[in-house]
């Protein structure tokens, strides 16, 4: 029987994923979010594919950018009346675009997490433990400390 919470090691699904994902999302992200959403998700794709680390940005960006919707909504004029109306999503357009956004790029973030799919482009110096592997440190002569503590040769 195979281990269902974890099908598929990281990183050893091929290209495919890679490619589904950053042509598929930002289709979905239009449907979804409109003009807003299709801009968040080709910056998400494009930022994704260019830098190596990008995953670890996307959720406090989203935070960050749900965190400025009220001050948006501030910006744009608070309301004079006790109830809502039907003008509200068109006077504050941009605390709703920040919303999308932020929305938008938090599904990024949880689509790459779920699919198990990491940066099309990773830094060489990152490994598996966030630095070099003891097999690389042993091969070049030095001491490596393995995670139990003990020093290997």
């Not at 990183?11 to 930002?26: E, N, Y």
């Not at 968040?40 to 680390?53: N, Q, S």
């Not at 003891?134 to 030095?142: D, F, I, K, P, V």
């Amino acid at each position: 029987m195979t281990d269902q919470a974890n099908p598929l090691p990281p990183g050893k699904h091929g290209p495919g994923r890679v490619l589904v994902v950053s042509v598929a999302f930002p289709a979905v992200a239009f449907f979804f979010g409109s003009f807003i959403g299709l801009v968040a998700a080709l910056l998400a794709v494009a930022a994704w594919w260019t830098t190596g680390r990008f995953e670890r940005v996307l959720w406090p960006v989203a935070v960050g950018l749900l965190a400025a919707a009220p001050f948006a909504t501030w910006a744009q004029g608070l309301l004079r009346t006790p109830v809502v109306g039907a003008d509200f999503g068109v006077r504050h357009w941009l605390a709703t675009d920040l919303v999308v956004a932020a929305l938008t790029l938090a599904s990024f973030a949880a689509c790459t997490e779920l699919l198990r799919v990491g940066s099309p482009r990773k830094p060489a110096d990152r490994g598996d433990a966030g630095g070099a592997s003891s097999e690389t440190a042993a091969a070049a002569g030095g001491q490596a400390t393995l995670q139990t503590g003990r020093e290997g040769r």
